[in-house]
């Protein structure tokens, strides 16, 4: 880091409310090729409040607009899968980085995961039944940091440039809350939730959500990571990035709201006579998948809605889907469905476009039926494309669709 760099690092830290400052300061190390130092550099920034150092930390892939040739990895073995606009990283027998544009191999390390998280320039992994989990660089592989954990770790989260590491004991959850910003392994706090809460079960915009039961019903209440203050709870929640979804289904009606997370105020209400089965963020665009019920997924009966996240207006519909809907993820400007006509038959993925709903190519990409039906492959986008990764006889098979 040079006197420059140095000199607008001081002014930053010296008062996190002066954004003019800790702009420069990203400008700074952007100009710099510091993709590490920029990072943490926004993250600083955005929990201090600012807008558009939060847009560009929680910034979706860019959409592939034709399918382009597919291309095709296979490994030994069940993997979970993470991805972000440049990295696919698969947990299982061992580690595995691959670059998303061509899914070719980064690195690997040995010996079995539990868990794996991609956060900003970062690789979290905690090896399984172990009592640690090991912060890498996403690029390279090299070992950043170790943190001692309270027990076997059964979740990892992170919001901004907070770990959250979730370690379950008997009737006792432990989150520890982990730095990744100025100092990458750092232990800030440990919050202990004993019943009737449960654990972490989300985090996002600087709040982690934890789980609360109370006689039949679970309650979802919402912390704020560095001080465990209760923001606001909800009895449903779909959350999803930096957005509370809260789905009240009622005999007649389901609203659909979204509330804002640091106050639970509600922004808006959308009413449906329609079962939402899933709901995904794609900038200033909220898309929905919904059902005439709950019980009733089959084509025809299944269609997409897209609202306008700053009021909720509808901003464009796909009143009949052809093919039974199970899983959807955005990018920028596409939404990638995968689904089924018939369950015999092959599966397939369909793009349309996030301002207007338009399809855009569609392309089949399972030549068998699934063997377990509840079971649906995990759908990831990256940049210029899009990653379907399933399990089958003993291997993990990842395909990519999209031009890099």
Not at 88 to 112: F, H, K
Not at 340 to 352: G, K, L, T
Not at 378 to 404: I, M, S
């Amino acid at each position: 880091m040079d006197d420059r760099l140095r000199a607008l690092e001081r002014a930053a830290r010296a008062d996190p409310s002066d954004r003019v400052a800790g702009r420069a300061l990203v400008q700074a190390f952007d100009q710099a090729g510091d993709e590490v130092g920029a990072w943490r550099a926004r993250c600083r920034l955005a929990r201090g409040g600012d807008e558009d150092a939060w847009r560009a930390l929680t910034a979706l892939p860019a959409g592939a607009r034709a399918p382009g040739e597919a291309i095709e990895r296979v490994f030994d073995g069940a993997y979970s899968a993470e991805a972000d606009p440049r990295t696919v990283l698969l947990a299982g027998p061992t580690l595995e980085a691959l670059d998303a544009a061509t899914l070719a191999p980064r690195w690997s390390i040995s010996g079995a995961q539990g868990h794996s998280l991609l956060v900003g320039p970062y690789v979290v992994h905690a090896p399984a039944e172990a009592s640690e989990v090991v912060l890498r660089l996403a690029r390279t592989g090299e070992e950043v940091a170790r943190v001692a954990a309270p027990g076997p770790v059964t979740a990892l989260h992170a919001t901004l440039d907070r770990l959250i590491v979730t370690c379950e004991q008997g009737q006792e959850s432990r989150s520890v809350i982990v730095d990744l910003g100025e100092v990458p392994g750092a232990t800030l706090a440990v919050r202990v939730d004993r019943p009737p809460y449960q654990s972490t079960v989300a985090a996002g915009r600087g709040l982690r959500v934890v789980v609360k039961h109370e006689s039949v019903a679970a309650v979802y209440e919402a912390r704020g990571v560095d001080d465990d203050v209760v923001r606001w709870p909800t009895h449903q929640l779909r959350w999803i990035s930096d957005s509370g979804l809260v789905a009240d289904s009622g005999h007649d009606l389901t609203e659909i709201s979204e509330l804002d997370p640091s106050t639970s105020l509600c922004r808006w209400t959308y009413g449906s006579r329609s079962t939402p089965v899933a709901a995904a963020l794609a900038g200033d665009v909220v898309v929905l998948a919904l059902a005439r019920s709950a019980n009733d997924l089959s084509p025809g009966r299944m269609h997409l809605t897209a609202l306008d996240r700053r009021d909720g207006a509808p901003r464009w519909e796909c009143p009949e889907l052809e093919f039974t809907l199970y899983l959807l993820c955005v990018s920028r400007n596409a939404v990638y469905l995968l689904g089924w006509e018939d369950r015999e038959e092959a599966a397939h993925i369909e793009c349309r476009e996030v301002a207007s709903g338009r399809k855009t190519w569609r392309v089949p990409v399972l030549t068998s039926p699934l063997v377990d039906p509840s079971w649906v492959p995990p759908l990831h986008a990256v940049d210029h494309g899009v990653v379907l990764v399933k399990g089958e006889g003993g291997l993990t098979r990842l395909l990519r669709l999209g031009a890099p």
